[in-house]
């Protein structure tokens, strides 16, 4: 053997171990990012789920305070309607505030000095409550969430404590401040249930190795789950949420130091209309040792590339080797042979597959034409060099293991890529057979065919089930196969999870074998149907959750096709429908409880009224008539002119009553029929001509040549129109102008404005002038009305489909806008609920 063919043999063996170092490096590398995309991918899901738990637990906490606070604030209204305070009357109404709200234990009135007026436990009036310990009074019409306390009612919170007190059972009490209608002040006072939010938490967090806290604003801990043993009323005031974050943000999350101990991601996120904060922990190691189990394989299958690439290098090394001492024996052999393969050359250049020869260590002596029409090389730059060396390094083993000396087989076969001529892999079957020559191998004689295609099939058809496979065990919807004979072929985790059971149990099992029999019963027709006639079906029915509840399960079942176009199995989807059919039971009861409220608070208001203007007509007649009597008597006629006065007013009062209960009747309709506005203006203008003239008032009317068409009721949007002009006329200087403009808006709407140069409207009452029984500061000099003239302008123009509203101009003075729909479309009675 020459010198050149040793350092070609140096320069291989300096080859092999380089590329095994690189390939080593690489796997290493790949080992090293795919842990380290893992744990982050891993971090960051348990952050995204931490975020969506905190705001789940938090729209329901929000959620729950506010239905207290609506209830309360609709008890406050009722009982500052009551003309004298009658404990008696009052008891049911305050039970009945408990009906649909499990999350409150109690609602009382009391004074300020704490005592129980009226409750809706009846043994509870007459107790007095520390008021010290309640925490400070809101301001009146107000409500404040107070302090958490220790007790179940308000006999724990009364005045003697009592001896023996539930322990570990607070209460979350909440204070609202009304007044009644001869001024005196109370206190109404709701006690909500802390555990009914911590068993919420809880059921959210159920399956999840974390804890949920909720805390107020100053860090009191109120409520936390079982994963976490703090007392209720601790302060956590050493806790990150509240020394770095808040008050600066009302919601985040973090990986850090939390309530458990260890380091955890945590969520929190601010209520949005309670000082409430709600806090989500996940233990940071337990979310990280998740990933044991699959970084674990990743490590293994690491270790186990590096030894084969080390099994692989040891190999080609000792083959090169093995070469190096024959080589000078087998080119005697090649010079005799060499004729031989010239005349056999000519023969392989018809042939469609690739047909080599190469020696004991697998150098390529001859290769046919074929090899130049697949390879990006001539056939010459073949020889001479071993097949393993051609293919892709990841087969080079392979393809190695087929020059094997020591193996006895005769025929063996691998499958390898080899960089074809437009630069892509072309991936072969090789068949290898051992040459002997007196009982030993001499070099092997071999054959590849392309299988490209196929191998390309199969690689996507691999690849499809396993993308398949994983999107099934990632649903988080319980899902199922089973066969004709409706016995299990597979289940996701899903299911597992819901059914408590394993899926190395229940494979091969028949479907429902652990169900009651008249529980499977109920699939069974849809399963027949569906072996009999294919397609799908969907219906609704009740599951056994493995917690032992009954769920209310939506159920969707497909016929799977097999390939001689039968049934093959039927594929069964759940969806857990409980919370919805949970919801719309809820939501009918929480809207039949506000109707009725709504219609005996009408009904209410109209019986006081009517009984209220008998009176009021004896006690404007005996006036008028002491009037007519007394003219000689200034001090007696200016007594009976007082009662005059206050008497009109009372009735004034008592009208608008009425008429807000006549809007609000579910018998109240109005007639409504196509007017011009223009005339109504000026209709409502000409009647109030007196009140112009008194205050020498110059009203400038600016209206389009065009009608201004709508669909209204002309007496009660004259009534609207008379309200407004009279308020106007009323505030309006002397000598001063009073301007009003329609027009029609590119919005398809009629815009009326009314506009003064008055003393204008505080900035503050601006968007509280047409609330019920508000009247702007300007009026408190006796001249003001009832304070509900606006409020039913207001409703008034609502139910017309518009809208109203006040502002203060430049310069001084107001100006009220009306806007109506030009074109209403639908019946001309139009009720409440319209």
Known sequence: MNRRDTGAFGWYSMLTLVAALALACAVLAAVVTFVWLER???????????????????????????????????????????????????????????????????????????????????????????????????????????????????????????????????????????????????????????????????????????????????????????????????????????LDWLPDREHGVYEGRGAMPGAQVVAFRVSRTRPLVVIVEQDRAVVLARLNGVLGGVVIAGVAALLVIAAATAVIRRSLRARERSSAQLDAAHEQVALRERELSVLMK????????????????????????????????????????????????????????????????????????????????????????????????????????????????????????????????PVSMFDAQLKYVTVNQAWEEFTGRDRAEVIGRQVGYFTPRDEAAQHEPQDA?????????????????????????????????????????????????????????????????????????????????????????????????????????????????????????????????????????????????????????????????PLLARKRLRPRLTLPGWPLSARVDPLRFQQVLRNVLANAIKFSPEDGPLELTGELTADGEIHLSIADRGPGIPEAEVGKIFEAFVQSSQTKDGSGGTGLGLAICRKIVEIHGGRIHAENRPGGGAVFHVFVPAKVSGDTQIDESM
């Open 40 to 242: 982050r991918e891993a971090l960051e899901s348990a952050r995204e789920r931490s975020e969506l738990l905190a705001r789940v637990l938090e729209d329901h906490v929000t959620r729950t305070v506010d239905a207290a606070g609506t209830a309360m604030g609709t008890l406050a209204e009722a009982v500052a309607l009551q003309p004298e305070l009658n404990a008696a009357r009052l008891q049911p109404q305050l039970a009945h505030a408990l009906v649909g709200m499990p999350f409150l234990r109690g609602v009382a009135l009391l004074n300020l000095r704490g005592e129980v007026l009226a409750s809706s436990a009846p043994s509870e009036v007459g107790l007095v409550v520390d008021m010290g310990g309640l925490g400070p009074i809101p301001a009146a019409g107000t409500e404040r969430l107070q302090a958490l306390l220790p007790g179940r009612g308000l006999r724990d919170l009364s005045r003697p404590r009592p001896a023996a007190m539930a322990r570990n059972v607070h209460v979350l009490p909440l204070l609202r401040h009304l007044s009644m209608p001869d001024g005196r002040p109370l206190l109404l006072l709701g006690l909500i249930n802390p555990d009914a939010l911590a068993n919420y938490q809880q059921t959210v967090l159920s399956g999840l190795e974390g804890a949920a806290l909720l805390t107020g604003y100053d860090a009191q801990l109120l409520t936390a789950t079982e994963a976490l043993n703090l007392p209720a009323g601790d302060r956590l005031r050493e806790h990150p949420v509240f």
């Open 529 to 689: 149907r569906l072996l009999r006639d294919g397609g799908r079906v969907r219906y609704e029915t009740q599951v056994r959750h493995r917690d032992g509840s009954r769920r209310d399960m939506l159920i969707t079942k497909v016929a799977v096709p097999d390939e001689q176009g039968g049934i093959a199995g039927i594929l069964c989807t759940l969806m857990d429908v409980s919370e919805f059919r949970d919801a719309e039971r809820a939501t009918r009861e929480a809207r039949d409880v506000a109707e009725e409220a709504s219609r005996a608070k009408s009904e209410f208001i109209a019986n006081i009224s009517h009984e209220l203007r008998t009176p009021l007509q004896t006690i404007l007649g005996f006036s008028e008539l002491g009037l007519v009597r007394g003219r000689d008597q200034p001090k007696l006629a200016g007594m009976f002119g007082d009662i005059h006065a206050s008497g009109q007013r009372m009735l004034a009062l008592v009208n608008d009553l009425l008429d807000v209960a006549k809007i609000e009747s579910p018998v109240g309709t109005f007639d409504l029929e196509r007017c011009d506005l223009r005339g109504l203006l000026q209709e409502t203008l000409r009647e109030l001509d």
């Open 350 to 477: 018809s042939v469609q597959e690739l047909i080599f020869r190469a020696d004991t260590a697998g150098a390529i002596s001859f290769v046919n034409a074929r090899w130049s029409a697949i390879s990006a090389d001539g056939a010459d730059h073949a020889l001479g060099r071993k097949l393993q060396d051609l293919v892709d390094p990841a087969d080079r083993a392979a393809v190695a293991g087929l020059f094997n000396i020591g193996d006895g087989r005769g025929v063996r076969q691998a499958e390898a890529s080899v960089p074809g001529r437009d630069g892509e892999p072309r991936r072969f079957d090789f068949a290898v057979v051992p040459l002997r020559s007196q009982g030993q191998i001499v070099g092997f004689a071999g054959s590849a065919v392309d299988v490209t295609e196929r191998f390309v099939a199969r690689q996507r058809l691999q690849h499809q089930l396993a993308f398949t496979g994983l999107l099934l065990e990632m649903s988080p919807l």
